[in-house]
């Protein structure tokens, strides 16, 4: 958002205010105020001209601008009614140079998930990629993922909804669906980089919020199926203020991921590349590796599909 468009936002915050008041504390013309109020009403901002100033009378559901105001995260939104993908866009926005930019949409029409699987994204969920170029060595980059899965666990399950954490990269809703649980979110981290140092990074996030039963796969739910309908601004507000706060604090995201992970002491059946196997999940590494104890050996996994075979 334009800096004095937010500077105007933020004076509106508190109750109405004359305009050239406005004018006068942010240094600018009042014809200046008057183009960036008309810019707001544009993007959905209902300011009201009242006796006492400028009024600001309600904020749109949804969109770039909906977002930012009130957000307490230093990421610019980008926003999309329908996209292919949000990670793609990302990518190229991180490849011209970009960070602290997250790319949403209302419609992803062409989201894909890990190993290239189709990620169904109908209109009313929260399809978010987040630009950032970390100061992280590569092995370190996955815990981002971690971030991500524990802001958006924390906020679902601030509206009700039980949530956990399926080792390495979903947010599932526990029960007797396919593979443990019913899928409501994943997790895709993308990065590029070379000689051990990391260039830039996308996390991308695929919720499905305020989508129907109807709408997603049988081993699938939603926010909007498992509680209702929810505000998706503050929603998405409160993943990334959380992201936020995780991204740069790997041992605290190792900590709070292990309190929301289901996968631990689980009897897990792993398929990599080049193999599958069965034992118990016992831990992580530092770096967000899964431990599985096959009872002849602990195996080390890094990267591969993790099946919950027996409930926890």
Not at 75 to 83: C, G, I, S
Not at 123 to 142: E, F, K, Q
Not at 170 to 193: F, H, Q, Y
Request: proline letters at 6%.
């Amino acid at each position: 958002m334009q800096e004095t468009r937010r500077a105007i936002l933020a004076e509106l915050a508190d109750g109405p205010s004359p305009g050239p008041a406005i004018a006068d504390r942010l240094g600018v013309s009042r014809a200046a105020i008057w183009k960036h109020v008309e810019a707001l009403r544009e993007d959905g901002f209902e300011i009201r001209s009242t006796e006492d100033g400028y009024e600001l009378a309600s904020v749109p559901e949804y969109g770039a601008a909906a977002v930012e105001f009130g957000l307490d995260a230093p990421y610019d939104v980008e926003y999309h009614d329908r996209v292919e993908s949000t990670n793609a866009i990302a990518r190229e926005r991180a490849t011209a140079g970009a960070s602290d930019l997250l790319v949403l949409a209302d419609e992803q029409i062409g989201g894909r998930g890990r190993r290239e699987r189709e990620w169904q994204s109908p209109s009313g969920g929260v399809w978010a990629s987040v630009v950032l170029r970390p100061d992280r060595p590569p092995a370190a980059v996955p815990l981002l993922t971690f971030a991500a899965a524990v802001a958006v666990t924390e906020a679902v399950r601030e509206r009700g909804v039980d949530a956990a954490i399926k080792w390495p990269n979903d947010v599932i809703v526990p029960g007797a669906g396919e593979r443990g649980g019913r899928k409501l979110c994943g997790v895709l981290t993308e990065m590029s980089g070379e000689s051990g140092r990391v260039s830039w990074v996308v996390v991308g996030i695929g919720l499905n919020a305020n989508v129907p039963q109807g709408a997603l796969p049988p081993e699938a739910t939603s926010v909007q199926a498992e509680v209702g309908p929810v505000d998706r601004r503050s929603l998405v507000q409160d993943i990334l203020e959380r992201f936020s706060e995780l991204a740069d604090r790997p041992e605290a995201t190792l900590s709070v991921w292990s309190e929301h992970a289901l996968t631990i002491g689980q009897h897990v059946r792993i398929e990599t590349a080049r193999e599958t196997f069965e034992g118990e999940a016992v831990g992580v590494t530092d770096a967000g590796a899964l431990l599985v104890d096959t009872g002849d050996e602990e195996r080390t996994v890094y990267a591969g599909d993790c099946e919950h075979v027996r409930p926890a």
